[in-house]
T-cell receptor
C-alpha cells in the first residue's frame, strides 16, 4: 500500500524566505504526483502536477521536483509572502487508470509579515 | 465555470438521523470523487464515478454510506443512520479524464 509522508507537519518562516516542502512515498511505481494547497475552511486547489516521466514543473514562484527512484518530491516556493500561508498537500496517483490518489497529511505553512 | 458546488456547507445533525450531501461537478467533467477529511485519517477516497457509473466504492466505510450519480451534473452521498464518528469534512471533486482534479469547498458535518 502506498504511504505518503510529509515532513515537517508545520513550519513558520519570515516573509521573503524561500520555502522547501518535502514529500516522500514508499512505492516508486507512480503515474504522477500533484501538489495541492488548502486554505482554512476551503477545498484543495491543485498547484502543480508532475508526470512520472518528468523531473520538475514550474509555475510562477512555485517549482516542484520529482525523484521517482528515491520516492521524493520537493515543492519550492520562492520569496514567500503572507498570502502563501496555507496547508500544502502532496498526492500520488499510482496508475493513472483509477485515479485513487494517496494523500500526505500536509505541511501547514505560516509566513510571518 | 463556477467550480464544483457542494451543499450544504455546514450541517449539524443528531445521531441516527439521515444526512444527504449534494454535489454538482464542473460541466463536462466525466469523473466525480467523494473524499472525507479528518484530523486523524487525513483525506480518504470514499467512492468515485466515471460517466455516472460507480467504479470503486472500496473506500466507503460501512453500509450506512451510499452514493448515487443519477446524471452528469449531480451526485449525492447519503449517511443513514449517522453516527458521531462520521463527523468530518466531505469533499466532492471532479476531473475531465486528465489528471487535474478540482475540489469543492466541502460539506462540514457534525453529528452530535
Amino acid at each position: 500500500k502506498q504511504e505518503v509522508t510529509q515532513i515537517p507537519a508545520a513550519l513558520s518562516v519570515p516573509e521573503g524566505e524561500n520555502l522547501v516542502l518535502n514529500c516522500s512515498f514508499t512505492d516508486s511505481a507512480i503515474y504522477n504526483l500533484q501538489w495541492f494547497r488548502q486554505d482554512p475552511g476551503k477545498g484543495l486547489t491543485s498547484l502543480l502536477l508532475i508526470q512520472s516521466s518528468q523531473r520538475e514543473q514550474t509555475s510562477g514562484r512555485l517549482n516542484a521536483s520529482l525523484d521517482k527512484s528515491s520516492g521524493r518530491s520537493t515543492l519550492y516556493i520562492a520569496a514567500s509572502q503572507p498570502g502563501d500561508s496555507a496547508t500544502y498537500l502532496c498526492a500520488v496517483d499510482p496508475s493513472g487508470n483509477d485515479y485513487k490518489l494517496s494523500f500526505g497529511a500536509g505541511t501547514t505553512v505560516t509566513v510571518r509579515a | 465555470d463556477a467550480g464544483v458546488i457542494q451543499s450544504p456547507r455546514h450541517e449539524v445533525t443528531e445521531m441516527g438521523q439521515e444526512v444527504t450531501l449534494r454535489c454538482k461537478p464542473i460541466s463536462g467533467h466525466d469523473y466525480l470523487f467523494w473524499y472525507r477529511q479528518t484530523m486523524m485519517r487525513g483525506l480518504e477516497l470514499l467512492i468515485y464515478f466515471n460517466n455516472n457509473v460507480p467504479i470503486d466504492d472500496s473506500g466507503m466505510p460501512e453500509d450506512r454510506f451510499s452514493a448515487k450519480m443519477p446524471n452528469a451534473s449531480f451526485s449525492t452521498l447519503k449517511i443513514q443512520p449517522s453516527e458521531p464518528r462520521d463527523s468530518a469534512v466531505y469533499f466532492c471533486a471532479s476531473s475531465d479524464s486528465g489528471n487535474t482534479i478540482y475540489f469543492g469547498e466541502g460539506s462540514w458535518l457534525t453529528v452530535v
